[in-house]
């Protein structure tokens, strides 16, 4: 492999994300890839010039409808600000009961998901998440990094966790890597 090719693992680790959200990308045809065999090879060029074109536009190409489930008031409107002031169509939910709630009356495109909450924690918002027809991608925004809930929600494989605080920059990024 020349040192312009990347493996999967490589290339997960190149745009920090979990290599199950690298082989998703592939399988929907969203990120350029070479088929070797039986392995995935990623031309570093490539993938550069798809990062300017996806990721560091930090705007949908369409109004792309992302719901944020926080139960910090003051967050979920920051993170509504960002998201409208980029295109993007935001609904809100201070927990998982009441954003499992809007999925029943919308589709979303996407959802960022607070891992600590009261009535049901982000975890078991996932879970409910993953049993739905129609699953938006998933980044959960916490500031409770480690512990017993980080651990099980990286066993449900969100799509990408983000450390609060998160700069508005890396929000943005994030959110235009999992929506059309």
Not at 80 to 87: D, H, M, T
């Amino acid at each position: 492999m020349s040192a312009e090719q990347m493996t999967a693992t490589e290339l997960a680790a190149y745009l920090n994300l979990p290599r199950e959200t690298v082989y998703k990308y592939v399988r929907a045809g969203r990120i350029p890839a070479i088929k070797s065999g039986r392995s995935w090879v990623f031309d570093r060029v490539q993938i550069d010039q798809w990062i300017d074109e996806n990721v560091h536009r930090n705007e949908p190409t369409s109004r792309a409808s992302v719901l944020v489930v926080d139960d910090e008031p003051a967050v979920r409107h920051v993170f509504k600000v960002w998201l409208e002031n980029a295109g993007y169509q935001v609904d809100e939910a201070s927990d998982g009961q009441q954003a499992l709630g809007r999925m029943d009356e919308d589709s979303y495109d996407l959802v960022f998901l607070d891992l600590q909450m009261p009535t049901m924690d982000g975890v078991e918002t996932l879970r409910h998440i993953r049993t739905r027809e129609d699953q938006p991608d998933v980044i959960i925004v916490t500031a409770h990094y480690n512990g017993a809930l980080m651990e099980e929600i990286l066993k449900l494989g969100p799509g990408h966790v983000l450390k609060k605080p998160v700069d508005r920059e890396r929000f943005l990024e994030a959110a235009a890597m999992y929506t059309p």
